[in-house]
């Protein structure tokens, strides 16, 4: 019933008294409705307790009003908020089956999203962190569990490209998330949702997701080159078209960077690590054994691809190979990613 909607009265003032509302499915942090408001769908979204909870929600409207600014829109629209209830009231959009290349779509699409972000928006959102000295530590540690022989200037590179992207300057307004179900395909074009997660950095650590396997997705696809070539262009076009400049990064370091974190490998246990591959239960990988060492083999294949011949990751690039080698050596059965997305 609508009455279990945290409906205060903050919002029946601004946007009146909600009907017909049934509850979606959501992330466990938060709790999704659809309800109906004046005959027209709406879509209510609660960030419930838990650790962040306030900064989630602050996130999450700071990047939906930045990227209202956006036109043809890449969000749904911000129909009303609660800070003290932590309610979001959003545009219901319906969604259609993305079409066989919808990458091409996804890619302009999120270009245009981290362009909507300028330097006057300096300071509305956290800046994007990437990879630790702890998930480069944890990475050679992985390398080692393997027995791969480690190439004499791997360390320098791995710790190299720890400080550049510590570094990397950028103001891009950056979804967090961008994978497979945070996308919304309408017949006008690709709408993102859930900004929980929204940062500022530089947009080739969220396009470096086509090439390295969605690393933060419950699904994870590696597209054929024509069609990563055409997204990746598509991507490139559109932020040019939106904010007047190039594309400003290194895409290599981006893909390597996901190499790196320890969440695009396994899911940690409180301060665990990688001990022995043969010996992490299912819990401890995040989306099962099988299926994080078929993504991690394709990172692998994609950064030892993407190095090859490169002066600064040289000898990260031959220490991928090597230990895309030895894992299928291993584990023989183990599939490539699929092409298209579920």
């Not at 089956?97 to 300071?123: E, F, K, N, S």
């Not at 309408?186 to 993102?192: D, E, H, K, L």
């Not at 997701?209 to 076009?237: H, K, S």
Request: hydrophobic share 40%.
């Amino acid at each position: 019933m609508w009455s279990r909607l945290p409906w205060g009265e903050k919002l029946r003032a601004e946007l009146g008294s909600p009907r017909r509302a049934r509850r979606l499915g959501s992330s466990p942090r938060s709790r999704v409705w659809r309800a109906e408001l004046s005959g027209a769908p709406v879509v209510v979204k609660q960030l419930i307790d838990g650790p962040q909870a306030a900064e989630r929600y602050a996130r999450e409207v700071a990047a939906l009003q930045l990227a209202s600014r956006v036109d043809p829109p890449v969000v749904p629209m911000l129909l009303g908020a609660d800070a003290g209830e932590r309610v979001l009231v959003l545009e219901y959009l319906a969604h259609q089956a993305p079409r066989d290349d919808w990458l091409v779509d996804y890619a302009a699409a999120l270009a245009r999203l981290h362009a909507a972000a300028g330097a006057d928006a300096a300071g509305t959102l956290p800046t994007w962190s990437g990879p630790t000295q702890e998930d480069a530590d944890s990475f050679l540690r992985l390398a080692r569990t393997l027995g791969v022989v480690m190439p004499a200037g791997a360390r320098t590179d791995v710790d190299g490209l720890v400080n550049r992207l510590s570094r990397a300057q950028g103001h891009a307004l950056l979804h967090g998330d961008p994978c497979p179900g945070n996308d919304i395909h309408t017949s006008n074009g690709v709408r993102f949702v859930d900004f929980e997660q929204a940062a500022a950095g530089n947009g080739l650590v969220e396009l470096a997701y086509l090439r390295i396997g969605f690393p933060t997705c419950w699904c994870a696809t590696a597209p054929a080159p024509d069609v990563l070539n055409a997204a990746e262009t598509a991507y490139r076009t559109a932020w040019r078209d939106a904010s007047g400049t190039e594309v400003q990064g290194d895409l290599t370091d981006a893909c390597a960077g996901w190499l790196l974190r320890g969440d695009a490998l396994v899911q940690r246990a409180q301060r665990g690590t990688v001990d022995h591959l043969g010996e992490i239960p299912d819990r401890d990988w995040k989306w099962g054994t099988a299926t994080a060492r078929q993504r991690l083999v394709h990172r692998l294949r994609v950064v030892s691809q993407m190095t090859a011949g490169s002066g600064e990751l040289k000898d990260l690039g031959r220490l991928a190979a090597a230990m895309r080698e030895s894992m299928l050596t291993r584990w023989p059965a183990l599939r490539p990613l699929p092409l298209r997305r579920p």
